[in-house]
T-cell receptor, first 110, second 116 residues
């Protein structure tokens, strides 16, 4: 089976840094994706990692270690609008659909 | 392009009725996916198409569910004899599948089904 684990909930304050972890055990690996989903809205793409290392995109960065089956999403300078669910997803093989974790609900307070 | 469009946005039906959802993907995308999402869970894969060909169906997809993409453009997802457990958000996504690159999925806003 395929397994993707993320913490269910996290809280943080405005201006802080938060790291959301994702571990996966899958039959193959062809890329890891992070999506953001605000309540009642569609998931929107944040980042993609296929090779080990860090990908930085503005306030958001994503890291991948394929040997450890591990990724994290780092959010800097948190804003209230960052309160959302963050979904980790893995593509097991080229051309196949994404498998999603259950998501991490992040609450940012002032 | 207006992105991925889904209709209807909300559907309330009685148990045993049939429902159909429509998805219009981004026009240049060749892949179309259907996912289901319940509260507090991540999207669960149902099926996907490459152009008009249905390439994969989740084993979780019962025979009450059928999806089509007749001309390789829009797609429909039909649920027959709905059950209360079918209540969920049905998400459609599309992507441009290439040999290299991320092949990022773009999601629509979803169709929320409530079965009474």
């Amino acid at each position: 089976g395929q397994n993707i684990d993320q913490p269910t909930e996290m809280t943080a304050t405005e201006g802080a840094i938060v790291q959301i972890n994702c571990t996966y055990q899958t039959s193959g690996f062809n890329g890891l994706f992070w999506y953001q989903q605000h309540a009642g809205e569609a998931p929107t793409f944040l980042s993609y990692n296929v090779l080990d290392g860090l990908e930085e995109k503005g306030r958001f960065s994503s890291f991948l270690s394929r040997s450890k089956g591990y990724s994290y999403l780092l959010l800097k300078e948190l804003q209230m609008k960052d309160s959302a669910s963050y979904l980790c997803a893995v593509r097991v093989a080229r051309g196949t659909a994404l498998i999603f974790g259950k998501g991490t609900t992040l609450s940012v307070s002032s | 392009d207006t992105g991925v469009s889904q209709n209807p946005r909300h559907k309330i039906t009685k148990r045993g009725q049939n429902v159909t959802f429509r998805c219009d993907p981004i026009s240049e995308h060749n892949r179309l996916y259907w996912y289901r999402q319940t509260l507090g869970q991540g999207p669960e894969f149902l099926t996907y198409f490459q152009n008009e060909a249905q390439l994969e169906k989740s084993r979780l997809l019962s025979d009450r569910f059928s999806a089509e993409r007749p001309k390789g453009s829009f797609s429909t997802l039909e649920i027959q004899r709905t059950e209360q457990g079918d209540s969920a958000m049905y998400l459609c996504a599309s992507s441009l599948e290439t040999r290299s690159g991320a092949n990022v999925l773009t999601f629509g806003a979803g169709s929320r089904l409530t079965v009474l």
